[in-house]
């Protein structure tokens, strides 16, 4: 298997998501991607702003990519291993303009004037484009990825994500190096971030929501205008992934989950709100 880089260059960033931006690299099934991104707002490792840039194409995240893997079909599923995550020397996080608070990053801490927090390393983005054309925002996760914003996303997690477009079509950026549940002012600890990601394609895995193993759980996602109905598109989600993994009638399933799968919010400050849905390995024997 290869592995790939993208160095942090214009040719290989953008700002929203498309089916018709051409990709920057095609990989084979299996092979790895190493990658740098600017923070979300575009600010480099310096602290200055990424140059130059498009002011309508470029509003949104920064993102690596898109990477084309090779053979992948609309309908199968795009399993992204999360290899590693390493934020830069520095994060903001932001709340009422004009107040933010910076954080110097080392040594797994996230240190401010005020605060002194462990860091859990992570890309806030993870996805491929919608399969309509034109230009799409890359504020709101979807069916098919995208802005997630889920803290559990660190090294060792593998992602799930039905693909869309032939070819995948997939970006990543968006280094968080913190973040709580719901990420509630709006911003985590935002940082410039390199990562290195493995991309699979599975046609034995049929998925309509993206989904998650990290090293002791599963994870379902369900995103939505409405908290309550993401909630249950999460709850569907983990229902499908008992019946499939563990061969329960559905109604067992419900029955198990009710006691031991917790619902959590992941976001709810992105345009469409996001739960997750956790079952961890020792809930049940």
Partial sequence: MARHELPLDRRHLHGHFSRELSPVVTIDPGDSVRLSVPNAGWLLESGDAFEPRDDELDSGHALAGPVEVRGARAGQ?????????QPGSWGLTFTEPPHFVRWELAGGRGRSDLFDVELRPFLGVL?????EP?????????????????????????????????????????????QGDGEVSGTAIECPAQAE???????????????????????????????????????????????????????????????????????????AQGVHAVLRDDAVR
């Fill in 77 to 85: 599923t795009l399993a992204v291993t999360i290899d590693d995550v």
């Fill in 197 to 271: 990601l493995t991309l699979h394609v599975r046609d034995d895995l049929s998925l309509e929501w993206p989904a998650a193993r990290t090293s002791d759980a599963w994870i379902t996602f369900g995103f939505d205008d409405d908290l309550g109905r993401a909630a249950r598109i999460a709850t569907d989600g983990m229902l499908d992934l008992l019946v499939r993994e563990r061969g329960l009638s559905r109604a067992d399933a419900l029955a198990l989950a009710s006691v031991v799968v917790d619902l959590r919010v992941t976001q709810v400050v992105n345009e």
């Fill in 127 to 131: 996805g491929m484009p919608p399969p």
């Fill in 134 to 178: 034109g230009v799409h925002s890359t504020v709101p996760p979807r069916r098919w990825g995208g802005n997630i914003d889920c803290k559990e996303l660190v090294a060792g997690t593998t992602l799930f994500l039905p693909i869309p477009v032939d070819g995948a079509l997939f970006p990543a950026g968006d280094g968080q190096a913190a």
